[in-house]
């Protein structure tokens, strides 16, 4: 039996190297509650990306959720079925109506062109998605938002890191959110982050993260738990020195895929934007049944018979789940694009430590068809 290449593994840093983190953790015995991890770490953190204010979480869903209630979003928010459920969920756990609009056909973002149509007395909000690291139309976003006096929030989740022409996309709208999940480019094991504009935001979003505390004996407002603990603060801090090396492996593993893909009739990749700087958070390439001679769940399905794992990500679309199905915005004819996206698309293996020869492997078996023969 070969070894099997899952489509992620996480990104460890050597473990001798938390030895001493975790010794000085033990020696203090402050293992939460904004302990000098978790501020060295926002500290870090927010240098590395390019941001001003950062607030770190206990994971990605909890910040997508906080910073909902940080801004009083309420009616109806306007979002992507494509993208991880915890986007749509996090409205939904606020009580706020989703409404889906489609994505355009090149990035997979939200576009901003069917944005306005959406838009009713009650819409206050829109939460975009950068899928896959690609950047979103944020000029044209905030052009209508501006009109419409609506407030942009971030789903960041793939973006860590990510930049165009030279600044970093976190800073775009009101808020972004981020993800240290173990499955992504940085992780904390589980963990998240809200980027707020100013110290203002961040102090409002700290205190909702610690259940509305302000100070010993006041709690201004209902806020929950959403604390990141020391134990991944630290880890995350010693993470931060290994980041660079997890991004460029990503990369060059990105560019054997397209050199080795690129004449396979019927296959289309990923496009980057001009002045992005990618991160490779996934490695998605989309099936033509007709032209490469058969369909993408074949093509993925065959894979697993030879070890190869990848993800239909995404699919099914959020609004396919059963939650969110009976909502006017999900009906599929007001989603073709989305819907043509997620029967076609295909997640290959990508994670820094994937091996060149396994990418090799993954593309003979792509380009040759053994299972034909
Ligand atoms: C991973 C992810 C999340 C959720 O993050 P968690 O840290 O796992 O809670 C939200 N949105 C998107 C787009 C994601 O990929």
Redesign the pocket.
């Known amino acids: 039996m070969t070894k099997k290449i899952m489509v992620t593994q996480p990104a460890l840093p050597p473990l001798e190297e938390f030895i001493p983190y975790l010794e000085k953790i033990w020696d203090n015995k402050w293992l939460t509650n904004n302990g000098p991890f978790h501020e060295q770490f926002e500290k870090e953190l927010a240098e590395y990306l390019g941001v001003k204010y950062i607030s770190v979480f206990s994971?990605?869903?909890?910040a997508?959720i906080t910073a909902l209630q940080a801004l009083r979003i309420t009616g109806e928010v306007i979002t992507t079925p494509y993208?991880?459920v915890?986007?749509t969920h996090s409205l939904w756990w606020n009580n706020i109506k989703p409404v889906f609009v489609d994505i355009d056909d090149k990035y997979y973002n939200i576009d901003p062109k069917k944005l306005e149509a959406a838009i009713t007395p009650r819409t206050t909000a829109i939460m975009p998605?950068h899928v896959y690291g690609n950047p979103c139309d944020v000029e044209e976003i905030q052009r209508i938002a501006d009109i419409y006096g609506l407030r942009v929030i971030y789903?960041a989740?793939?973006a860590f890191a990510v930049k165009k022409d030279g600044q970093s996309v976190l800073n775009w709208g009101d808020l972004s959110i981020l993800?240290?999940?173990a499955t992504?480019v940085f992780n904390t094991i589980?963990?998240?982050a809200i980027v707020c504009p100013d110290e203002r935001t961040k102090q409002r979003v700290d205190l909702l993260k610690n259940f509305g505390f302000r100070n010993e004996t006041t709690v201004i407002e209902p806020g929950i738990n959403a604390k990141m603990n020391e134990l991944q603060a630290a880890y995350g801090s010693l993470q931060l020195k290994h980041v660079d090396t997890y991004i460029s492996n990503r990369v060059e593993l990105a560019k054997l895929y397209d050199s080795l893909l690129k004449d396979i009739p019927g296959l289309t990749f990923m496009e980057v934007g001009e002045g992005v700087d990618h991160t490779y958070p996934y490695y998605p390439i989309r099936v033509n049944t007709a032209e490469y001679g058969m369909s993408r769940d074949d093509l993925y399905f065959k894979l697993q018979e030879y070890d190869v794992f990848g993800r239909r990500y995404f699919y099914p679309l959020i609004s396919d789940f059963p939650t969110y199905k009976g909502l006017p915005s999900a009906d599929t004819s007001n989603l073709p694009i989305s819907t043509q996206v997620s029967k076609e698309i295909i997640c290959l293996p990508m994670y820094a430590s994937l091996e060149r020869s396994e990418v090799e492997k993954i593309c003979g078996l792509i380009k040759d068809k053994p299972w034909t023969k």
């Open positions: 994971n990605g869903t909890l997508l993208s991880f915890a986007t998605v789903d989740a793939h993800s240290f999940h992504k589980e963990g998240g």
